[in-house]
Nanobody, 126 residues
């Protein structure tokens, strides 16, 4: 059974930082691209970032580029998202998701995601 478990969310002041983690199990983690997606209160899903299975290529939405960093440790089956220079508009539930094998468009958030975690809440507020 595929499982994705996020952690690391919390309350942080504007300008602060957080590091989110996503522990993966039930599949060969190192064989799949992975993504982070967020949902702000009352809004739809927004793609945040994706990373190649090897970790060698990373992609970001314009809204987080230069502030967030996606990474992975395939030996630990873990995906990360470093959030820096946080803004109030970054407040959202953050989900990690597995990219459907063989799909295209994942570098821009336009690919199917076939497994999701339960999410971790990030609240940016003073």
């Amino acid at each position: 059974e595929v499982q994705l478990v996020e952690s690391g969310g919390g309350l942080v002041q504007p300008g602060g930082s957080l590091r989110l983690s996503c522990a993966a199990s039930g599949f060969t983690f190192s064989s799949y691209a992975m993504s982070w997606v967020r949902q702000a209160p009352g809004k739809g899903l927004e793609w945040v970032s994706s990373i190649h299975s090897s970790g060698g290529s990373t992609y970001y939405s314009d809204s987080v580029k230069g502030r967030f960093t996606i990474s992975r440790d395939n030996a630990k089956n873990t995906l990360y998202l470093q959030l820096n220079s946080l803004k109030t508009e970054d407040t959202a539930m953050y989900y990690c998701a597995k990219v459907l094998a063989g799909s295209t468009g994942w570098t821009t958030g336009r690919s199917p995601l076939d497994a999701w975690g339960q999410g971790t809440l990030v609240t940016v507020s003073s």
